[in-house]
């Protein structure tokens, strides 16, 4: 149980353009999903916490013109990342939380997608 | 502000030795902490997690971890690795349910492997 998936895995596009990556719990519903981005050999860094049916609320420090994340259901988050340059390169990654879980504050977390603009 | 350390970036271990992974965390009161097992180019998996009660933790993979209050430490072990346990390793803390359930990471640390 407590599965979530991303969608795609590995994705390039060229600067300027958009790309779209989707977060999915498969098992259970999420209240909250979270968004973080690794750089090579780094920790994670988190980007911003998505809360469904609300505007995400994003960490010091992050675009949110640039980061567009939508919660749009108790099971998907997306992450858009806006007119994307080479600097956005980078290993994005989802976690959510099951409502169910309580007082837990475990996330579980997506595969990944590395992102790499040209 | 709260923090997590790890102190060994990387740690290099004989196959059928002993691992243990340091941390240390900076925070007010009691938090809830987690350790997480990345492979290259994958996700998390959650090895153990520690809410309250019995200090010593087991997890998934034959690790332990044990929460120590007046070091504040919560160290990794593992009696014998395995080749596959080659991986990054993160230690996380939780932030009080009023700032959103947060996570903070370590830095990690890179545990090789030799056969």
């Known amino acids: 149980g407590a599965v979530v998936s991303q969608h795609p895995s590995w994705v390039i596009c060229k600067s300027g353009t958009s790309v779209k990556i989707e977060c999915r719990s498969l098992?259970?519903?999420?209240?909250?999903m979270f968004w973080y981005r690794q750089f090579p050999k780094q920790s994670l860094m988190l980007m911003a916490t998505?809360?469904?049916?609300?505007?995400?609320?994003?960490e010091q420090g992050v675009e949110k013109d640039k980061f567009l994340i939508n919660h749009a259901s108790l099971t998907l988050s997306t992450l858009t990342v806006t007119s994307a340059h080479p600097e956005d390169s980078s290993f994005y990654i989802c976690?959510?939380?099951?409502?169910?879980?309580?007082?837990?504050?475990?996330?579980?977390f997506g595969p990944g997608t590395r992102l790499t603009v040209t | 502000a709260q923090s997590v350390t790890q102190p060994d970036i990387h740690i290099t271990v004989s196959e059928g030795a002993s691992l243990e992974l340091r941390c240390n965390y900076s925070?007010?009161?009691?938090?809830?902490l987690f350790w997480y097992v990345q492979s290259p180019g994958q996700g998390l998996q959650l090895l153990l997690k520690?809410?309250?009660?019995?200090?010593l933790v087991q997890g998934i993979k034959g690790f332990e971890a044990e929460f120590k209050r007046s070091q504040s430490s919560f160290n990794l072990r593992k009696p014998s690795v395995h080749w596959s346990d080659a991986a990054e390793y993160f230690c996380?803390?939780?932030?009080?349910?009023?700032?959103?359930?947060?996570?903070?990471f370590g830095g990690g640390t890179r545990v090789l492997v030799k056969p």
């Open positions: 976690s959510a939380r099951d409502v169910r879980d309580s007082p837990s504050y475990e996330q579980y």
């Open positions: 098992d259970f519903q999420a209240t909250t």
């Open positions: 998505s809360n469904e049916g609300s505007k995400a609320t994003y």
């Open positions: 925070y007010g009161a009691t938090p809830y």
């Open positions: 520690y809410f309250s009660g019995d200090t």
């Open positions: 996380a803390v939780a932030l009080l349910k009023a700032a959103g359930n947060k996570l903070t």
